[in-house]
């Protein structure tokens, strides 16, 4: 069945720090991949999708490329600061039903 | 930003009381969800719909029921509250069956 495995959390960085969290998916098919971001007290909010290979999607700075051949879609910043401390989850749409597949999330700490 | 609205945001009851949550759409998005947020459990969904009346199971589905009897309004009914389903509940919305837009949340304790 389909899946989206996400790194363990929490991670912690210095501001400033580079950042990837990795994701990967298993599917049918092509799936639509997405990261989605909750920043505390507050509920999920698309951050960046891509719909197909070799698609890089990018938003305030983050960017994570569809990567088919390792069915992959992580995701990185250059350069993190401390408002971007929340919790970052992964997931696909596989066209196969109404649902999204959900990441487990990932915790993300930035110091200043 | 998407208008949905949850309500309450934030509820204490006690076990074996029956609870309903609302999701307010604003958009006409033609679908809604369910969720809930546990540590180290990410996102499980509970039910979602696919227009007015139609709605099926999610995940973890057992011990809730749904109804959509407008466009606009998803309600989450815990028929009967159990300690176990203290958990911050999430509705969230879609047009395009994939991307999805998310209330704020709602907070329940069940004592």
């Known amino acids: 069945g389909n899946s989206v495995t996400q790194m363990e959390g929490p991670v912690t960085l210095s501001e400033e720090a580079f950042l990837t969290i990795n994701c990967t998916y298993t599917a049918t098919g092509y799936p639509s991949l997405f990261w989605y971001v909750q920043y505390p007290g507050e509920g999920l909010q698309l951050l960046l999708k891509?719909?197909?290979a070799d698609d890089k999607g990018s938003n305030k700075g983050f960017e994570a490329t569809y990567r088919k051949e390792t069915t992959s879609f992580h995701l990185e910043k250059g350069s993190v600061q401390v408002s971007d401390s929340a919790v970052y989850f992964c997931?696909?749409?596989?066209?196969?039903?109404?649902?999204?597949?959900w990441g487990l999330g990932t915790s993300l700490a930035v110091n200043p | 930003d998407a208008g949905i609205t949850q309500s309450p945001r934030h509820k204490v009851t006690e076990t074996g009381t029956p609870v309903t949550l609302r999701c307010h759409q604003t958009?006409?998005?033609?679908?809604m969800y369910w969720y809930r947020q546990d540590p180290g459990h990410g996102l499980r969904l509970i039910h979602y719909?696919?227009?007015?009346?139609?709605?099926d199971k999610g995940e973890v589905s057992d011990g809730y029921s749904v109804s959509r009897s407008k466009t606009e309004d998803f309600l989450l009914t815990l028929e009967s509250a159990t300690s176990s389903q203290t958990s911050v509940y999430f509705c969230?919305?879609?047009?395009?069956?994939?991307?999805?837009?998310f209330g704020p949340g709602t907070r329940l304790t069940v004592l």
């Open positions: 719909s696919y227009g007015v009346k139609d709605t």
């Open positions: 969230a919305i879609s047009e395009g069956l994939n991307e999805q837009f």
């Open positions: 891509a719909t197909k």
């Open positions: 958009e006409n998005h033609r679908y």
């Open positions: 997931a696909l749409y596989a066209g196969n039903n109404r649902k999204l597949i």
